[in-house]
């Protein structure tokens, strides 16, 4: 058995080691800008669903408001590039900035709204979302209900739109192995035991507001560094586009579906519902594509209630001799 699980690690590495070299050169292939387009969508949904999980899947505090934080970072983005003009380092260096910004208007939100538990937590989480929204429309300094033009690099589109690719791409890895490794840290076994019971791991030395505290403002920044990127890919945005609620609830959805127990879930849940939703609404009337959506998490709930990864660990236990 010692030299099984060299083997299996060795093949894992291996395998991560070619899909990552495959989607580094796959924009430079010349391949349709529909595909360079998707998996762009895709790298921005796992990178915010896998932060979301912080949060919501190891500390069980159900956020319905990240779209704001997504937004404040493009929006943040975009004034940064305008202050300092416009550029192809510029455009890509003002998202960090703008994920500070997003980490910090989470803090400020987060000290009061953290205190709440539950359904109330989550009501508040949506209502902040609706809030943001409104106020960026009514203020003439971004834009208002025009929103705002963002220049672009000064590189050919198809240039400028690759390495924008690579940006989310390197976004999403960096997220993935910073939510990981919190997942086998002191600080992940915290927000783990917030969510079984906040009382007793208290009274275990847990200090359960801080621990909070931090998962939610690291759980913004992501999110907002993507909104960032997300501003320079779109060079337009609008309150209503990037501070679209639905986007918030997608968000929880992909994480859940996958299960938020491990940092595994909300990547399949964001890969696989972003593949279905985009066959959906290829070749499904979008009506028929809402129904089948809505159904097919309807399903996922009843039978898989802990999201896919642990339905299918559970399958495995079952039928694994003993």
């Given amino acids: 058995m010692a030299s099984v699980c060299p083997t299996k690690t060795a093949k894992k590495v291996v395998g991560i080691a070619l899909l990552s070299a495959i989607l580094l050169v796959f924009p430079w292939l010349g391949p349709p800008v529909y595909f360079i387009s998707f998996l762009y969508t895709v790298f921005m949904f796992v990178c915010m669903a896998s932060a979301w999980n912080l949060i919501g899947g190891y500390a069980g505090y159900l956020s319905f408001g990240h779209a704001a934080f997504f937004g404040t970072g493009a929006y943040a983005a975009a004034m940064l590039t305008k202050a300092v003009g416009p550029g192809t380092a510029s455009n890509l260096l003002c998202s960090i900035p703008s994920g500070l910004v997003a980490a910090v208007i989470a803090l400020v939100v987060g000290y009061p709204c953290l205190k709440l538990r539950g359904p109330y937590f989550a009501v508040i989480t949506l209502c902040f979302a609706f809030v943001v929204q409104l106020s ?105 586009i990037v501070f679209d609620v639905n986007m918030s609830i997608l968000i929880v959805l992909m994480a859940l579906f996958g299960g938020g127990a491990s940092w595994l879930g909300p990547v399949v849940g964001a ?52």
């Fill in 136 to 240: 960026v429309q009514n203020l003439g300094v971004l834009g208002g209900p025009d929103g705002l033009w963002i220049k672009g690099m000064d590189l050919p589109v198809e240039t400028g739109r690759s390495i924008l690719y690579e940006s989310m791409l390197l976004l999403m890895a960096i997220t993935i192995l910073v939510v990981e490794r919190i997942e086998h840290s002191k600080f992940g076994a915290g927000l783990r035991a917030i969510k079984q019971d906040e009382e007793v791991a208290q009274t275990m030395a847990v200090n359960a507001p801080r621990l909070k505290m931090g998962a939610f403002a690291l759980s913004a920044f992501f999110p907002g560094v993507a909104g960032g990127l997300h501003a320079s890919y779109l060079t337009y945005i609008h309150p209503t």
């Fill in 271 to 322: 890969v696989l519902l972003s593949f279905i939703n985009e066959l959906l609404s290829t070749f499904v009337k979008a009506e028929l594509a809402r129904i089948i959506y809505g159904s097919l998490f309807i399903v996922v709930i009843i039978f898989m209630p802990n999201g896919i990864m642990e339905f299918i660990r559970k399958r495995k236990q079952t039928g694994s001799p003993h």
